[in-house]
T-cell receptor, first 114, second 114 residues
Framework: AQSVTQPDIHITVSEGASLELRCNYSYGATPYLFWYVQSPGQGLQLLLKYFSGDTLVQGIKGFEAEFKRSQSSFNLRKPSVHWSDAAEYFCAVGVGTGRRALTFGSGTRLQVQP | GAVVSQHPSRVICKSGTSVKIECRSLDFQATTMFWYRQFPKKSLMLMATSNEGSKATYEQGVEKDKFLINHASLTLSTLTVTSAHPEDSSFYIC??????????FGPGTRLTVL
């Protein structure tokens, strides 16, 4: 069965510092991988996704992620964090027909210090 | 991106009553809708997948008689929590997917059962 692991429950970074959120997956086939952000009172917003092709994926809000098949990882990065990036981040793998049913990781809460 | 709404955003009910949550795709036709449940400080768990005009497919461990899902049109799916109990209190999130296979999430409904 598929699974997604986000080993960091909570991360605190200073504004302007770089960020990397870790994600490891387990899935028998080629994965469809996603990163979502959830802010209080708002729905999940898609940051970026990987289906195939270039393993370095660019997303919205200056985020990028790199798919590493050998490490079963899809880590999210941002070179300079803004205070507005404080939120909960979820990594997910798409399964089933069309790979749209998502299995989510447990999430990483990002706190940004001024 | 496309907009998915949920109604109500919050509901408080007495134990034993039934609660209906609506999920609407406002500007596209959703051939498939997904219902997720999110426990406090936890990840989203897929409950069921519903295709328009078909019976929903429930994930293992989800009681289909407890959580009734109807997807009667291409823009509306409903989740009814029947005979709700305090353990059903949770954050319920829907997502909708159209022909392009993109998936858009609603803002969620917080259910509190007293």
């Amino acid at each position: 069965a598929q699974s997604v692991t986000q080993p960091d429950i909570h991360i605190t970074v200073s504004e302007g510092a770089s960020l990397e959120l870790r994600c490891n997956y387990s899935y028998g086939a080629t994965p469809y991988l996603f990163w979502y952000v959830q802010s209080p009172g708002q729905g999940l917003q898609l940051l970026l996704k990987y289906f195939s092709g270039d393993t370095l994926v660019q997303g919205i809000k200056g985020f990028e992620a790199e798919f590493k098949r050998s490490q079963s990882s899809f880590n999210l990065r941002k070179p300079s964090v803004h205070w507005s990036d404080a939120a909960e981040y979820f990594c997910a793998v798409g399964v089933g027909t069309g790979r749209r049913a998502l299995t989510f990781g447990s999430g990483t809460r990002l706190q940004v210090q001024p | 991106g496309a907009v998915v709404s949920q109604h109500p955003s919050r509901v408080i009910c007495k134990s034993g009553t039934s609660v209906k949550i609506e999920c609407r795709s406002l500007d596209f036709q959703a051939t498939t809708m997904f219902w997720y449940r999110q426990f406090p400080k936890k990840s989203l768990m897929l409950m069921a997948t519903s295709n328009e005009g078909s019976k929903a497919t429930y994930e293992q461990g989800v009681e289909k008689d407890k959580f009734l899902i109807n997807h009667a049109s291409l823009t509306l799916s409903t989740l009814t929590v029947t005979s709700a109990h305090p353990e059903d209190s949770s954050f319920y999130i829907c997502s909708a997917s159209g022909r392009l296979n993109e998936q858009f999430f609603g803002p969620g409904t917080r259910l509190t059962v007293l």
